[in-house]
Antibody, heavy 121, light 108 residues
């Protein structure tokens, strides 16, 4: 059974930092493209970042570029999101999601339950 | 930046057909995917590659795409289908994703 378990969320002041983790199990993590998606309270889903299998290629939404860093440790089956210079508008539930990829088709086939990040003074 | 546009809400009576649209300039070249999200839960894939249904998704869910518009159709909508629905696609470079704003489906 595929499981994605996020952790690391919490309350942080504007300008602060937080690191989210996503522990993966039930599939070959080292062969999977991974991503973070967020959802502000009462709002829609927002694609945040994605990371290649090796970790050598990273992709970011314009809203977080330069402030967030996605990374992975394949030896620990864990995905990370380092969030710096946090803003009030970064307040959201952050989901870890596994990509399915097959010749031109790229979408999320598994999601974690999310971890809440609140940026407030 | 690239956007996918959905109606904020759709309302139908039980047993009626619900149609939710998603428009985007790149949809003629890129697949559309549809996710269902019930309150307090993670999203669930209901349609992939414009019109394919994952195993375990009821047959009343179907998808289509023509030109710059993709459509999710729920034939004979049921009360348990009440949820937010999001279309998703990839940006032209293929390495970034984008969600539509979401459509709240009410069945009552």
């Amino acid at each position: 059974e595929v499981q994605l378990l996020e952790s690391g969320g919490g309350l942080v002041q504007p300008g602060g930092s937080l690191r989210l983790s996503c522990a993966a199990s039930g599939f070959t993590f080292s062969s999977s493209v991974m991503s973070w998606v967020r959802q502000a309270p009462g709002k829609g889903l927002e694609w945040v970042s994605a990371l290649s299998v090796s970790g050598g290629s990273t992709y970011y939404a314009d809203s977080v570029k330069g402030r967030f860093t996605i990374s992975r440790d394949n030896s620990k089956n864990t995905l990370y999101l380092q969030m710096n210079s946090l803003r009030v508008e970064d307040t959201a539930v952050y989901y870890c999601a596994k990509y399915y990829y097959n010749s031109g088709s790229l979408y999320f086939d598994y999601w974690g339950q999310g971890t809440l990040v609140t940026v407030s003074s | 930046s690239y956007e996918l546009t959905q109606p904020p809400s759709v309302s139908v009576s039980p047993g009626q057909t619900a149609r939710i649209t998603c428009s985007g300039d790149a949809l003629p070249e890129k697949y559309a995917y549809w996710y269902q999200q019930k309150s307090g839960q993670a999203p669930v894939l209901v349609i992939y590659e414009d019109s394919k249904r994952p195993s375990g998704i009821p047959e009343r869910f179907s998808g289509s795409s023509s030109g710059t518009m993709a459509t999710l159709t729920i034939s004979g909508a049921q009360v348990e289908d009440e949820a937010d629905y999001y279309c998703y696609s990839t940006v032209s470079s293929g390495n970034r994703g984008v969600f539509g704003g979401g459509t709240k489906l009410t069945v009552l």
